[in-house]
Nanobody
Framework: QEHLMESGGESVQAGGSLTLSCRGYRRHVNYCMAWFRQAPGGVREGVATIDRDNDKYYGDSVKGRFTIYEDDARTQIYLKMNNLNPSDTATYYC?????????????????????WGQGTQVTVSS
């Protein structure tokens, strides 16, 4: 398992932007990297996934607003979040699964992922 570490969570106003980052995975391993989130009292939901082929999948609620990408050195995964609204308030988790991303990963709760970070809190106020 990898020791993933997220950062970048903050409190922002609705309509604002935020970028989260995740590091701690081995760059030479073929991983599907993902962002999940869990709101208080809610279930964990997939936000976005990206793999070594740069294939990306997004949850329906974030399509067109969030972008997942990896730096050129393949040391960090980012989640750029635009036009945030209060429903985006959650703890955001980075996760890793060996292999390429499957289309259904982002629609699940993360059972396909072996490694998880501790999470970073995003709070969006209206």
């Amino acid at each position: 398992q990898e020791h993933l570490m997220e950062s970048g969570g903050e409190s922002v106003q609705a309509g604002g932007s935020l970028t989260l980052s995740c590091r701690g995975y081995r760059r030479h391993v073929n991983y599907c990297m993902a962002w999940f989130r869990q709101a208080p009292g809610g279930v964990r939901e997939g936000v976005a996934t990206i793999d070594r082929d740069n294939d990306k999948y997004y949850g329906d609620s974030v399509k067109g607003r969030f972008t997942i990408y990896e730096d050129d050195a393949r040391t960090q995964i980012y989640l750029k979040m635009n036009n945030l609204n209060p429903s985006d308030t959650a703890t955001y988790y980075c996760a890793a699964s060996i292999g390429y991303c499957q289309r259904w990963y982002v629609r699940g709760s993360g059972s396909d992922f072996e490694s998880w970070g501790q999470g970073t809190q995003v709070t969006v106020s209206s």
